[in-house]
């Protein structure tokens, strides 16, 4: 199976709007692909960080194209910014079809961390096409068939937390997240409106695509453990589980993961063929 490379793709008007896409060469048909976010508290890492060896390995084994990117970061560019990037980036990939010979139905997004809420904010979000614009890739779907998610957050929103969690930690990086002066406004109206919108978990509906949440600790109900550190908080399964329930309501597949019941051998390969064939 050939797999065609492409290196720093501008896919925006901005210095890190650049990706790499590993496009894998079908004798007939069209490739799906899935679109990689990488973490690093939207302040760090970088496309070459792409997910996990075992997975692009096997998603190309499979068929399926990868693409990993940057996106901005908040130290210049707080919220929506990064967000807006995912938008894009999922839209270029899209206008990418023909060149690419991709298919354009069946686009996954993917990510880690902070990238995994990036992905799951516009996975959730769904076609975010700007049908007016005279840029004709704003003016193409974001929308996705699935979204595979890694230690993702769901939520930017401080309050999220209530009832779930009596530590003292708060997200790092709130202030640059939202480009306010300083921690003590983050219960102002206008930060918690921002918050409201920053929060994937704030978009779910029934149109929502399936889901696999995969994270590093262990599922502790109810709760997350008040003396967790940091690091656990805002990677906690619970983020997950306080999805999941959502999903299950509106019976739309969502499979979780955690250290208590952890990944299956290629299982995440197989959730994504069968969310490209529907």
Known sequence: MAIKEYKNVAYGPYDRNVLDAYIVEHD?????????????????????????????????????????????????????????????????????????????????????????????????KGNCAKLDSPDPVDRLSSAVSAFIGFGTQ??????????????????????????????????????????????????????APPVYMSYSYVLDLPRIPADAPVGEVIHHPMHGYMLKLKYEELGIPFVLRHNGDPERPGEIVRFLLDCFSQ
């Open 28 to 124: 007939t048909g069209r490739s799906p692909v899935l679109v990689f976010f990488h973490g690093g508290g939207y302040t760090g890492g970088d496309k070459e960080d792409f997910l996990r060896d075992e997975l692009t390995r096997e998603c190309l084994e499979a068929g399926i194209s990868v693409v990993s990117c940057n996106y901005r970061f908040i130290l210049t560019d707080p919220f929506p910014a990064p967000m807006q990037d995912g938008t894009r980036a999922l839209q270029f990939v899209r206008s990418m079809s023909e060149k690419w010979a991709i298919d354009p139905e069946r686009i996954a997004s993917s990510g880690s961390s902070a990238g995994g809420h990036i992905a799951l904010w516009n996975a959730l």
């Open 154 to 207: 769901v939520s930017k929103d401080q309050r999220f937390y209530e009832g779930i969690y009596e530590g003292p930690h708060i997200q790092p990086n709130l202030a640059l997240f939202y480009g306010i002066p300083t921690i003590d406004d983050l219960y102002k109206p206008d930060t918690l409106k921002l918050a409201e919108e920053a929060s994937a978990i704030n978009y779910m509906s029934s149109a």
